[in-house]
Structure formats: C-alpha cells, structure tokens
C-alpha cells in the first residue's frame, strides 16, 4: 500500500514544526497544509486547530512532525517522537529534511491495537544526485520502476504541490479518458481539502497570534487594493442596481403595458426582447447575495464582463454615428432606399402579370394577383412616405437606445428592417395560403378522380362511393385547380424567394446578438491570462527516483513527485513544461462549459423539412427564439 | 391410354398397382396404369355462347361509342358556329325533362311516397348542377387559353379514352367515378376551345374566349350524355330489354348520321368501327372459343367452397 503525502512547496524551506493537514480517508494519503513553528503551547495548537475544523469544515489534524534543523540544533528527534504522545493519532509521521539535500526522511509511526507505537516504516532515504525531469502522463501514474523492496515494505511518495495554484484553480470533471477511480476520488479531495482551508491561511507572520505557521500565505497576505475596494463599493451599487431593477420590472409590468396587443408587440420586436433578457442579466449579477459554487460566479462573472464590453462598444458606436450628425444622413437615406426597394417590387409584379420568363399564365388569374399585390404595396408605401418627416427625429432618439450596447443597435437594426419589408412579408403570407391551398385541393381532388378517398382513421387511402353531384363538382374544381397551378405556383415562389433573403438578413443579425449575449469572455480571459485556475487534471512529473539502497537498512525510498495542473485529454500527447507548470483546460471546453444559456437563435427545422415545408406552401419561420433556461 | 408397363418387367395383375408414394410396390417408379389422367377435365366450365345475346350485350359499348361520337358531333356543330347555343341549352333541357319523364315512368311500382321524396332530392341535385356549373363558366372559358391546341386535343382524346374503358359496362347506373371524371375534364378542355361570341366578350378582345353560353351548353349537354344517359338506359334494360336493343341501334344511326353531316369520312369510319364491334368481334368470340384448351385436374391450387348455409338455421 502507498502512502501518498502531499507536501507544499512553501513548506520545503520551513522550519521545525508540527505538520497540519488532513487524511484523506480510505486513500492512505495525507495532505499537508501549514507548519506550526516552535514555540508553541499544545493546548493552544489543540484549541486553534479545533477552530480552524469549525469554521473551515474540513477534518484537520495534526499529522506529525516536520523537522529541518539548522546548524546548532541537534537532538530533536527524541523529541519530536514524544510529541506523538501529546497529539494521539492513528499513524504520526516524522518527516525530516537536511539542508542542502533534496531529498526527505520520513518514519511513519503506528498505532497498534494496544496503544504503542511501533514504527512500522523504514527510513526513506533521498539521494544525492538531481531532479530527474521524467515527464509522466495520464491521470496519477506513479508507480516508480526499480523500486526494491518485498511485499511488506510499504511505500511512500511524496507529491510536491503548488499550494497558492491549487487554491485558486477550479477542477472540472474530465469527460473524455478513461478515469482511474482510485486517483479521481483522490485529486478532487485534495483540491477540496486545499480551498477549503482558507481560513487557515489567514494568519502570516506578521500577525500576533498564539501560533506562528508557514503555508502559501505566511509572507503576507495576498490582495490588491483595488480588489478591496471595489469588493466594499459592490454592496451599495448592487443594492442601488438591484432597486433601479425592481422599478423597471413594475413599471414593465404594469396594467398599462401589459395589454394584450403591446405584449404581442413587444414579443415580436426583438428589441424588446433583448431589453428583457438584459434586465434579467442585470438581476442576476446585481443580487447582493454572494455565488457559492463557482458555476454561480462563474455566470455572474461572464455576465458582467459581456455587459461590459458590450456596453462600450455601443458607446463607440453612438459617438462615431452621432459625429458629423451621421445619424441625420442615415434617416435621410432610409426612405429613399425603402422607396426603391418598392419600386423594384412593382416593377417584379409588372413582369409577372405579363409572360414572365415566356410561362403562359392564365391571364385573369395573374392579373388579378398582380393587382392586389401592386396595391398592397402602395398602401404601405403611402405609410411610410406619411412618416417620413418624423423618421430623422424618431432615429436620433431610437439610436441613443444603443448606448445601452451594441446587441441593442443590432436589434433594432433587424426590426427596423422588419418594419420596412413588411410588405414583402405581407405578400409572401397571401402568395403561400393561396398556393397551400391550391395544392391541398388538388390533392384531395385527385382522389376523388380516381374514386379514392383518405381514411383519417386509418390514416391512409380507401375507395369510395361518390354521389353524383359529388362527381360532378368535384371534376369541375379539380380542373380549376389543375390549370391554374402554375399561375399560383409562380407567385408563390417569386414571394418566397425575396422572403427567405430577407429572413436570411435577420437571422444574421440575430445570430451575431446571439453570440455576444452567450460568449463566456470572462472564462476566456481566465484562460488566456490565469490559466491554472481552470483546471482539468494533473501532470504528475517526477523528481527524485529511487535509488539503490546505500546503507542495509534502507530498503525502500521516497519518491518525490511534483504535481502540476494539467490538461488531460489526449493521453497520446507528450505535453512537456518546465518552466510553468499550468496547462489548463481547452479553450472549446471552456466556451462549451461556461456559455450562458441565451434565447438562442438557431434554424428549427433540417435542410430536409424546410424543403418540404416549402413544397407544400406551409409559412415558414425559420429561426427560433428559445425561451432562457434557467439552469 | 395405356401406358402399360414402359421399361422393366411388370409383374401380373396379382397385385394391383396403388398410386401412393410410401409404399413400396414391385413397380418401378415411373410406372402408371391405365388410369393415368383419368382426372383430367378438359375446358370445364366452358361457356356456350349464343351469337344473337353476345351482339346484344356488345350493343351496349356500340352504344357508347357512338353516345361519344354524338358529343363530338354536337361540339362541331357548335365550333363550327352552324348551331346557336341557346338553341342547343334548350332543347337539351327538353330532353333531359323528357328523359326524366320517361324514368320515371318506368320506374317499379313502389310506395308514392318514396317518389315524392326523390322528386324533391332531383331538384335539388338539378339546382346545384345548374347553378354551380353557370357560376364556373366564366372561370371556366379562359382556363386552356394559354395551352396550346395540340395539347388541348390530346389531352381530351386521352381522356376520352379512359372514359370508354373504364365505363361500367355491366351495371351503368351508379356512374363509376373515373369514367365520368375523365368524360367531363375532356368536355371541359373542349369547352374552353370554343371561338367566341364577338358581340358578348368585347370587340377589343382579338384572342377568340368563347362566351360563358357555349361553355355553360357545353357542361350541360355532358352531364345529360355522360351522367344521366347511362341511368336511364340502365332503367331501360331492366324493364324493357326489346326496347334495349332498339334504343342500341337508334343511337348508333344517329350517331353516325351526326358525323356524316359534316365529316362523311368519319362517319364511314365510324360505321365500320360500330359494325366491328357490334358483329365481328362476338363472331371472333364465338369461333375462338373451339381453340380453346384449357385443363384442370386435381394438381390445381385448393378452392375453398364456403358453404354458409350452415349459418342459417
């Protein structure tokens, strides 16, 4: 059975001391977290220890003894055995270290079953040469090749750990490999073990407490003053945010705008939408409750940063379009290009009612339709030429919405393109039921030629009986319907096609939206610049072998492992890294992992069913809002 | 037939040779007595054919033909500009009050009541045939104006000819479906090809629309030839099957009298046609049947014979 220790690298220079930490259960590991220096009084290290399990909530102990004595101190290891005796543990282990030389010495002493001590390891010897930089993957290898020793000497591995890294990174599951379940119950437990004693950490050297220690903090503690501050400004401005929000939210809902035709309004104009989804953003980060789990802060923290920076590239762009009154040209341009595009469509229309493409067209049919569509597209012209002195002073005051960000001025800009081709939409619903219905008739009719008709019951074609006047009238239409298919049948597809670009537009424009609300820039720029704070596994990497036995008595030996955080998940590649020991989680992961659940934008049906949707005249609306999920 | 013995020694008639397969017989294999296809039938169930009652029921599909040759004539005759509409709409509605008359006349002696109720249902099917097919005229007339003639000829040959095959020659009287479909799109691709009536649709129109009367006419007299026609002779046949025959022959002069007014050559074709199907082909009938060998033995598949009367106790 290997004995795994956990050892901070911040401890390796330390004085003597008591060692503290926590024994993983059931692994036969143990993870060092402090040193507690001479002199200390044992009643207090007792009642200091049993705060620190309280307020931190995780098991700690006294492990055993550290020693590393300077010059001038000898002697201590009678005393460090009797320290056992003060705190009583299932095994006490005695670690000492030489100046000047690499490795450790560990005993490890038991506690049999009538209470003595016996000292079941051997002493584990360093040795003298180097770090031997053999670079081991896969999650918790450590098996050491050209370790002597029988059956009953146990081993012992000493794993080096960054402990400020461990602290502060986050370990997610890995998905893909194979897990090896002794070692991924291990790693998240010291992981664990480690950020959850930070009240531990609290006291560095210049405090004035009953017990000195060294761990990652000792040599002050870490902060920045603009942490500080801003960590004290964020109460009264989520408490004043979260106010404001509530104000909006009552007056959204109050009677006056909650009627039955605004909400069917402001559910169609996305930019009410993206209004909504923002204010609850802006909810969920301003709530003045702290994020427990890092999921929690993770969102609150992509939120904020997202708002942002969307924020400010909307305020670019209002400062750039407000210069040299850009915004006045714009709304002068507007109308112009709406009247053209009318007048194109008519010009489309004019075509079709003669013999478009040399298609003969049934004459009373084609000129019927043309006409009705040439008028609908008169009147809403006639609209927009009635609105257009007022259209530069509504889009000055409309653009400034865009300071509110750059998903807003997107937004508007796809309703303000709605809002000018409604004609075409208009068109395009009238051209798909009249061709919807064509082909519906004709197909029914055609089973009534043939003497068939549908069983809905059964749910497929039967032979029928008809009456005679069922027959006659029924031949009459079908033939109605027959010779006027291509007629319908050309309007239809003319109308669609202009929809589906002008769909096409939108959908871009929803999608880029998209892609601002949801990217997880703060879990980006964590990746990019604090990279172990994402972690996805550990490299472990070795750095001292065993060695061949010097003296008779030492059998076996310590090996020591450094422990990096690491990204695992291409066990074929040999990622080496000396120097910073961080490799984190996959950028693809990250942005799968932390992306926020938007209303996404995305095509509902395949390629498949929009084909025959389109066959069969059904309206299509090819891009679906998802309601937010709450996770 | 005697296939006695073929190969090998046959022995005496001291053991009578079995037709069983499991039994082990001192024949050999291949061996049959005298009994071999004693259970061949030759042409069982062969019919005998009396010329006279074959030419009567062929009579029925002469009858038809010509019925299609009338149509043509009377669509000719309009194209042609030799007959007015409206004195075609009349005496259509003549005849069809006639025929009326005369269906009802032969119908068997039931309750009045059940007369009253049906008069009143004609009535009604009558209004809705009417009304619906002059509100369709107008929509009707310009429907194959942009086909091409050609197209529209043989889309009615085609579907003239579906109609005379899928006629319902045994029963005519519920009208099958696809026979009067394809029957009435033909009139209706005909219609619409009529020339127009230059002081109704408009002098300024230079493309000839015919007028929604030649239409309308048109629809009328194809649902009296097409559609109430089959049921009266239907009527007639049941009641008076001399009268039949007669009706048969009259229709089939007529006919061919009407294509012989203005095309002389297909009305000759159309005799010959007529004469063929009427006398040749139950002669061809008649004489083939002695060509015909057909056997049947205990080797066919298993019919079962239902016997329902056990049912009726």
Redesign the interface.
């Known amino acids: 059975m290997v004995l795994k220790i956990f050892f901070p690298q911040c401890c390796n220079k330390a004085d003597s001391g008591l060692l503290v930490g926590r024994w993983i259960p059931g692994q036969n590991s143990a993870v060092v977290l402090a040193v507690i220096h001479y002199p200390f009084i044992p009643g207090q290290v007792k009642q200091y220890i049993h705060q620190m399990r309280g307020q931190s909530g995780v098991d700690l102990t006294v492990l055993g003894s550290w020693s590393m004595p300077k010059e001038g101190q000898e002697g201590m290891e009678s005393f460090l055995r009797d320290l056992s005796t003060i705190f009583p543990q299932g095994q006490w282990l005695q670690l000492s270290r030489e100046m000047g030389k690499i490795g450790f010495r560990c005993h490890v002493l038991t506690r049999d079953q009538n209470g003595k001590l016996v000292q079941q390891e051997k002493e584990l010897k360093e040795d003298g040469g180097g770090e031997k930089g053999g670079t081991k993957r896969g999650g918790g290898e450590k098996e050491v090749e050209g370790e002597e020793g029988g059956g009953e000497k146990d081993k012992v591995i000493f794993i080096h750990y960054e402990q400020r890294k461990v602290m502060l990174s986050q370990l997610h599951p890995i998905d893909n490999g194979v897990p090896d379940p002794q070692t991924e119950s291990q790693l998240p437990q010291v992981f664990g073990t480690v950020c959850q004693s930070e009240p531990l950490f609290f006291l560095d050297k210049y405090d004035d407490g009953p017990v000195k220690m060294t761990h990652w903090q000792s040599e002050g503690r870490e902060g920045s003053i603009i942490v500080e501050l801003m960590k004290q400004a964020s109460t009264p401005v989520c408490l004043l945010t979260t106010w404001m929000l509530t104000l909006w939210t009552s007056l959204c809902s109050s009677r006056i705008l909650n009627m039955r035709t605004m909400r069917f309004i402001s559910s169609k104009l996305s930019t009410c939408l993206q209004l909504s989804y923002r204010t609850e953003h802006l909810q969920t980060v301003c709530s003045p409750t702290r994020a427990t789990a890092h999921n929690h802060f993770m969102r609150k923290a992509n939120i904020f940063v997202s708002f942002f920076v969307d924020v400010s590239l909307g305020l670019l762009l209002v400062s750039w379009m407000y210069r040299e009154n850009r915004i006045g040209k714009l709304a002068n341009t507007l109308v112009p290009a709406a009247d053209h595009v009318a007048k194109e469509l008519e010009e489309l229309l004019q075509w079709l009612m003669g013999a478009p493409a040399g298609l003969k067209m049934n004459r009373a049919l084609d000129q019927v339709l043309g006409r009705f569509f040439l008028y609908h597209i008169h009147l809403w012209i006639s609209y927009i030429h009635l609105m257009s002195p007022f259209i530069e002073m509504i889009l000055w005051y409309v653009g400034l919405s865009a300071c509110l960000g750059l998903t807003f001025a997107l937004s508007l800009l796809s309703d303000i393109t709605a809002l000018l081709t409604f004609h075409i939409y208009f068109v395009y619903v009238y051209g798909a039921r009249l061709y919807c219905m064509t082909v519906y008739g004709l197909s029914s009719l055609w089973r009534l030629f043939r003497g068939k008709k549908w069983n809905v019951l059964r749910q497929r074609v039967d032979s029928c009986s008809y009456d005679l006047d069922q027959l006659f009238i029924g031949t009459l239409l079908f033939t109605i319907l027959l010779f006027l298919l291509p007629t319908t049948a050309l309007y239809y597809l003319v109308f669609t096609l202009l929809r589906l670009v002008v769909v096409m537009f939108q959908g871009v424009l929803h999608l880029s939206v998209d892609f601002i609300n949801s990217f997880p820039l703060f879990a980006m720029g964590l990746r990019l610049f604090r990279s172990y704070r994402l972690a996805e596994g550990v490299k472990f990497r070795v750095l001292v072998r065993n060695q061949e036995p010097s003296t008779p008595h030492d059998d076996t030996y310590p090996t020591h492992v450094s422990f990096t955080v690491f990204l695992l998940d291409k066990p074929r590649h040999v990622y080496v890294s000396p120097t910073s020991q961080i490799n984190p989680l996959k950028v693809s992961s990250v942005v799968q992992t932390y992306r926020t659940p938007t209303y996404s934008c995305y095509p509902k049906d395949s390629w498949l069913a929009l084909c025959k949707k389109l066959f069969l005249g059904e309206l299509i609306y090819p891009w679906r809002h998802k309601t937010t999920k709450i996770d | 037939m005697g296939a006695d013995s073929g190969s090998g020694a046959a022995p005496g008639p001291a053991v009578p040779w079995r037709k069983v397969l499991w039994e082990r017989q001192p024949f050999p294999d291949n061996y049959v007595d005298r009994r071999f296809l004693e259970e061949l039938r030759r042409n069982e169930g062969l019919r005998q054919y009396r010329y006279w009652a074959v030419v009567q029921e062929a009579g029925l599909v002469a009858q038809q033909i010509s019925c299609v040759a009338l149509f043509l004539t009377l669509w000719l005759y309009m194209e042609q500009g030799l007959l007015s509409p409206s004195t075609l709409l009349w005496t259509g509605l003549l005849c069809a009050l006639l025929g009326y008359g005369l269906y009802q006349a032969l119908a068997p002696r039931g309750d009045s009541d059940n007369h009253h109720r049906t008069r009143w249902s004609d009535l009604q ?1 009558a209004s ?2 009417l009304s ?2 002059f509100g ?1 005229s107008p ?2 007339r ?6 091409c003639t050609d197209t529209v000829y043989a889309m009615t040959a085609l579907m003239l000819l579906a109609h005379l095959v899928a006629f319902p020659y045994a029963q005519p009287s ?5 026979s ?2 394809a029957a ?2 033909a009139s ?2 005909l219609a619409s090809r009529l020339p127009g009536d230059l002081h109704t649709s408009g002098g300024l129109d230079s493309s000839s629309s015919p007028s929604s009367l030649h239409t309308f006419t048109m629809l009328c007299w194809a ?1 009296l030839v097409f ?1 109430l026609w089959p049921c009266l002779l239907q009527r007639l046949r049941d009641c008076a099957p001399w009268v039949f025959g007669c009706v048969c022959v009259l229709v089939g002069v007529c006919g061919v009298g009407g294509l012989g007014s203005l095309w002389p050559g297909g009305a000759v074709l159309l005799a010959a046609l007529l004469g063929t199907v009427t006398l040749l082909c139950p002669l061809l009938l008649i004489r083939l049947q002695s060509d015909k060998d057909n056997i049947q033995g205990p080797w066919d598949e298993a019919e079962i014979q239902e016997d329902l009367t056990h049912f009726l106790h």
């Not at chain 2, 519920?174 to 696809?178: A, E, I, K, M, Q």
């Open positions: 099917s809705i045939f619906f097919t369709f929509v009707l310009t429907l194959t104006e942009s086909v519920p009208p099958g479906s696809l009067l479909n009435l799109f209706v691709c649902l559609a």
